[in-house]
C-alpha cells in the first residue's frame, strides 16, 4: 500500500489554523468526514482521543501521526495537515508540531496500519519531509507521495 492511497489530495491541507492539538486533531477530522461522509466523526475522534490518551502521537522533529482505530470502516484512510507556525501538541521533545499524518482505520487493518506508519516514518526521516513544508499546493505533496512512498 503506498502512501497516495491512503491521503487524497483533497487530504492535504498546507495551512492548518488551528493552534493546539485538540484543534488541529478536530481539524483533520473534518477533512476526512468531508472525503468520507459515511465516515462517523464522533466514532473517529473517540479512536483518536483514546490513542492520544494512551500514548502521544506527537513523535517530535515537529511530527505528530494521531491515530486509531473505528469498527465502521473498513480501510485505512487519512489527511495531512501542514502548519507554517506549529502547533501545541504536547509533543515528547516539548516542541510545536508542524506535520501532522492522521490516520483512521478499520479495526481488521493492523497489518496494513503498521505498513503504513512505516512508510510515514521513513518519509519523515528523509529529505521529502522538510520540502513539504515548503510545497504551495496540496498536489505538490500529494506527487511527493505518489511520486516516493
Known amino acids: 500500500m503506498l502512501l497516495n492511497d491512503v491521503f487524497s489530495q483533497r487530504s492535504i491541507k498546507l495551512d492548518l489554523e488551528s493552534k493546539t492539538k485538540d484543534a488541529a486533531l478536530a481539524e483533520l477530522l473534518e477533512i476526512i468526514t468531508l472525503e468520507h461522509p459515511e465516515y462517523d466523526y464522533n466514532e473517529m475522534y473517540a479512536a483518536i482521543n483514546s490513542r492520544e490518551n494512551k500514548m502521544r502521537s506527537g513523535i517530535g522533529s515537529g511530527i505528530a501521526v494521531p491515530h486509531g482505530y473505528c469498527r465502521s470502516i473498513n480501510a485505512i484512510t487519512g489527511a495531512i495537515g501542514i502548519s507554517k507556525t506549529g502547533i501545541d501538541y504536547n509533543s515528547l521533545d516539548h516542541k510545536p ?53
Not at 528523509?126 to 506527487?143: D, I
Open 97 to 149: 508540531v508542524h506535520l501532522v499524518f492522521m490516520l483512521v482505520m478499520g479495526e481488521t487493518s493492523q497489518e496494513s496500519h503498521l505498513r503504513v506508519l512505516n512508510k510515514v516514518f521513513t518519509l519523515v526521516n528523509s529529505e521529502t519531509g522538510a520540502l513539504m513544508m515548503t510545497a504551495k499546493t496540496a498536489q505538490e505533496v500529494y506527487a511527493m507521495l505518489s511520486r516516493i512512498y
